[in-house]
């Protein structure tokens, strides 16, 4: 396999794992929200909201109704936590988790810190670097100026391009208060734009972003892939500049 052919591979195995890893999130949403209100849609708005999230992300029927069985006949329960941890280079790292065993979820997370050269930091000691915001993910393919026009109606509070490592814009970050969030979701699709909600939720926005040496940088770029390899990570957010 050639390099360009080994490079397609990466990249599809890596959509693949991301895909996989937001059917297994959106499940487990949808297994609390019924756990929570019960399988009626129609009386239960967390449900809704769950099965909304999973068509926008054309998650499959049979996994929405497997998760709806499941968790209507299971006594499972999920919590959500999060994690604190500190990088290469003084950088700080925030984990989110969605777990039906506590117990577990921090073993996993924090042998996944040390085995990077990472540090538990104790609660509260990286989290208020952050600021949390709601973020809509838009398409690149709606243009940056529709998309200002549209968040600034919808009643956002900042929009900003998103770039991959390249510096090409891959969509446009729609930033909102956190109780804000559902209605500029709501009224950016009512808009007709699309929206990527593999990448949009309520997020931890750093204040400051860390500039960090080569070294440190790739050593922050494991212990990132490592945390985001963990079953119940949903997300991971840090202060690294340009790692966002």
Do not use: W
Request: glycine fraction near 10%; aromatic fraction near 6%; include cysteine.
């Amino acid at each position: 396999m050639g390099r360009r052919s080994a490079k397609i591979a990466t990249r599809k195995g890596k959509a693949d794992a991301q895909k996989a890893k937001l059917y297994g999130k959106i499940g487990k949403q949808i297994a609390q929200a019924v756990r929570q209100g019960g399988p009626d849609q129609v009386a239960n708005a967390r449900l809704r909201e769950a099965l909304a999230a999973a068509k926008m992300a054309q998650v499959p029927t049979d996994i929405i109704e497997r998760n709806i069985k499941r968790a209507s006949e299971s006594k499972a329960d999920y919590a959500e936590v999060t994690y604190e941890a500190y990088g290469h280079g003084g950088t700080g790292f925030v984990i989110e988790c969605l777990t039906d065993n506590v117990n577990r979820s921090a073993s996993d997370v924090k042998a996944a810190i040390t085995k990077a050269g990472g540090k538990v930091a104790d609660p509260g000691s990286v989290l208020f670097n952050f600021q949390r915001q709601g973020l809509v993910m838009v398409d690149a393919a709606e243009g940056e100026d529709k998309v200002f026009e549209a968040a600034m109606d919808a009643g956002a509070s900042d929009m900003q391009p998103a770039t991959d490592d390249d510096g090409n814009v891959v969509g446009f970050k729609v930033l909102t208060a956190v109780e804000d969030y559902g209605a500029v979701s709501s009224s950016l699709a009512e808009q007709g734009l699309k929206i990527q909600p593999e990448a949009s939720g309520l997020v931890y926005v750093p204040m400051v972003q860390q500039e960090v040496d080569d070294d440190a940088f790739e050593a922050n770029e494991a212990l990132l892939e490592r945390l985001l390899a963990v079953d119940d990570v949903d997300a991971v957010y840090t202060t690294v500049a340009g790692m966002d």
